[in-house]
């Protein structure tokens, strides 16, 4: 590791745990050596079926083995191709390319988290924060990514963890965000928050969403949350609808711990990345930390950031004239 490198010690339930941070933004250039490519395609879409196809054609066609995704097999190898379960993905496949949205590759990032697979996004969603490899320019980037000009990046996971009478309960990890929101559309919630043991407030709101950086641009966003670049450390907590126009986004390092308890009688929902559902009530705790695991991303020659985000939020546009 270089001389960059930053060791982060969390305590948690008494043990010492040890993360490992790259900066800049944990990009490095791709050591690449791809005998089995996964493909994963957009849930039961027949859209992405022509581009699963044309994948999957241009790999074999140089050699490299092809997994496809159960649900994908089955609408685009028509039998040519056996549909691969996600573990066998992870015990097998160099790298996975996701063809379809945010969604998609968020999906998948959670399935294959625990074998860090390395992930390339082709965009046939709609806005493609994280799917960065155009249908146009799809096969000209797989030129690039067998040739190594690919970059690497990695990006940090949360998980959530819930305490329920005494007893721990473990949903899942989120790449975007975590999200306690209200189970009653039609009233509020009310909740404790507290950071690293710290009492910080009790909100009377719609919810509270714990974001990531790379979920810095979706949810969190919409309810005036801060962007985080992907390089940054930190966690963005971002209330919804809070009852009090005191209660503003804040951002903690990324090692923090973060605690939501619900106060009697309120109950709610608590959603990882939009996908994943779990029912909370009065009386459960909510922990959020960062994962163990990262995630790695795969961009192609020429990714930007900054440039991602100009085009997806119209940053410079020029103003429609009536």
Known sequence: M???????????????????????????????????????????????????????????QRGIAVLMDEESAHFAAEGAIVGASYRDIGAKADVAIVVGGDGTLLNAARQLAAYAVPLVGVNQGRLGFMTDVSRESMLASMEDLLAGRFSREERFLLQARIQRDGVWVTPNFALNDIVLSKANAGRMIEFELSIDGEFIYVLRADGMIVATPTGSTAYALSANGPVLHPSVAGIAIVPLCPHGLSYRPITVSAASTIELALVAPHDGLLYLDGQDRFDVGAGDRIVIRHAERNIVFLHPPGYSYFAMLREKLHWSATPKRA
Do not use: H, Y
Request: hydrophobic fraction near 45%.
């Open 2 to 60: 270089g001389a960059a490198d930053q060791d982060r010690i969390l305590r948690q339930g008494g043990e010492i745990v040890t993360f490992l941070w790259l900066n800049p933004a944990m990009v490095s250039e791709l050591q690449t050596d791809i005998r089995c490519a996964a493909l994963v395609g957009k849930f039961r879409s027949p859209e992405v079926v022509e581009s699963l196809r044309l994948l999957a054609d241009f790999f074999r």
